[in-house]
């Protein structure tokens, strides 16, 4: 029981660590160096996630999943399902409340490139892609690596969200955090206990593991 | 112009410009004003001069299309970059032109090569290596290839940064004052290899400063832009000897500009004499190039000329020189002298010293100048 929960939920903390990758590096990158005059309007929106509770995160994701809503019966044209109370309804809800972990430090460690190095890549001949890969991504890595470690251990320790969302379906969107609370609600300390411990030791791993490379940080950054 | 970096661009005869931009003015507070200058460079040296806040880096950064003029139009040869009328606005990476910033901008996280060979990711590894090799040769660099910026000294770090903008073969260049934290011998050193390089490729050269020094020492062509307008354009000769404008007086602050030729260069003292034309009268002056047997200009002010009225001793300047007073005359509180000592040097004096040595027309006395006092000009 234990280790389908702990598989369920590093599944469920890489894919949205990934997916989170793949929305925060472009999104991160357009922080950084757009001049666009409603910026300030989408960073709000960024920085949501950290002040709502994660119960209104959770119930308006889940009444936009819904059957009656929109996106939701989209949804069910396509697939014949529904989001709700699935895998995959975790998974979006799961990037939209770890998308700050992962866009603030990307945006904040592309924004102190020196804006210098961009056009002098750019009098090079280099394209925008072309600078963006060569001079913004590899001096920005470590709020990279900050940004995907962030989303990957927030998703592993999130418990509201996934609550609203997935309901506790063992298997389907049963996380260790909801098996620990399901575990004290029926008085099983020890196993409540066991299940903790582990996320506790997963997370502090993981946390070790970011600073230990962060304080070698030009060889992470440069040596490949 | 070629514009994917397969090929070398080649070398344009003629940039035109014609750039007008609303700037903001210079700090917090600055009154805003409108840059409109309209010129054309050909290939060689081409000085932007003017103090700072003049609106020059603008000018530079319209050209590398690094900022967007409010209106104008910019051409190279007949490729046109920028065309407000025409909608045209070539992107920066596709405009071929070198530039050199104030801060270099090395990518720090690339060794020496690396940064050299950024420029070329079109050519295959053969062809990129070859042309490494070749331009950290003529720039004296070979050796740090394999070092990071960081690892460097600050006047290979200026090595690296030109190589890494000429080794694309821009169809012009631009310098933004990328000399003005060096050392003199180490600077004529390096304007002597981008000489040698451009002797070669005969690009545009605009090359932006506010020191008076590097007018005199690289310009064929100076223009003096003020407060976002062009005041002046000619040969440093020229636009010095009409100093109608303040910054124009700043450039042409020498009262004493002599002709002569180097005799001797003597490097590791980092200086060398030149005697004057038409006189047996040798000055030791500054290092600023290496080879000899060339024509120089010496300029000196007048407020830094001493006077003896005895043959001095014990002085640490090496500039003494024998004359005597032709004329004497007093302007406000400066007293002019001009002194005869096969050339005629002008010397200002206080009313006190005057009075104090006794001088009239036909003293006898001796011109003391440091060697720092005077300075090369061309």
Known sequence: MILQALSLTLRLAVLVSVILMAIGLPLGYWLASSRCRWKFVVEAIVSLPIVLPPTVLGFYVLVAIGPLSPLGRWYHSITGGSLAFTFRGLVLGSILYSLPFAVQPIAASFASVDRKLLEASSTLGASRWRTFWRIVFPLGFPGVLTGFVLSFAHTLGEFGVVLMIGGNIPGATQTVSILIYDQVQSLNYAIANRTALLLLLLCFGLLTLLYGLRRRGRWVLWGW | MVVNGSESAVPAHEVSIHVQKRLPGAGNGGTPFQLDVRFTIAAGFTILFGTSGAGKTTVLDCIAGLQKPNSGRISVDNVTLFDSAKGIDLPACRRH??????????????????????????????????????????????????????????????????????????????????????????????????????????????????????????????????????????????????????????????????????????????????????????????????????????GVRAGDILVATSPPQGLSARNVIAGSIVSLRQQDVTVIAEVDCGTTFVVHLTPGARNSLGLKVGTQLWLVAKTYSCHILQ
């Not at chain 2, 003199?184 to 545009?204: G, Q, S």
């Not at chain 2, 450039?251 to 200086?271: D, K, M, R, Y």
């Open chain 2, 97 to 298: 032109i070198g530039y050199l910033f104030q801060t270099l901008a090395l990518f720090p996280h690339m060794t020496v090569r690396q940064n050299i060979d950024y420029g070329l990711s079109a050519l295959d590894r053969r062809e990129r290596d070859g042309r490494t090799s070749q331009i950290a040769e003529s720039f004296g660099i070979s050796g740090l290839c394999d070092r990071r910026p960081s690892a460097i000294s600050g006047g290979e770090r200026q090595r690296v940064a030109l190589a890494r903008a000429l080794v694309t073969r821009p169809c012009a260049l631009l310098l933004d004052e990328p000399l003005t934290a060096l050392d003199a011998v180490t600077k004529t050193r390096i304007l002597e290899d981008l000489r040698r390089w451009n002797d070669r490729h005969a690009v545009p050269i605009l090359y932006v400063t506010h020191q008076r020094e590097e007018v005199y020492a690289l310009g064929n062509r100076v223009m003096v832009l003020e407060a976002g307008k062009l005041i002046a354009d000619g040969t440093p000769h020229q636009v010095l000897t009409r100093p109608q404008f303040e910054s124009v007086a700043q450039l042409a602050g020498f009262e004493n500009i002599v002709e002569g030729s180097v005799v001797a260069s003597h490097p590791e003292q980092g200086t060398m004499t030149c005697r004057i034309t038409g006189t047996s009268v040798c000055l030791e002056v500054p290092l600023s190039r290496v080879d000899t047997e060339r024509p120089v200009r010496v």
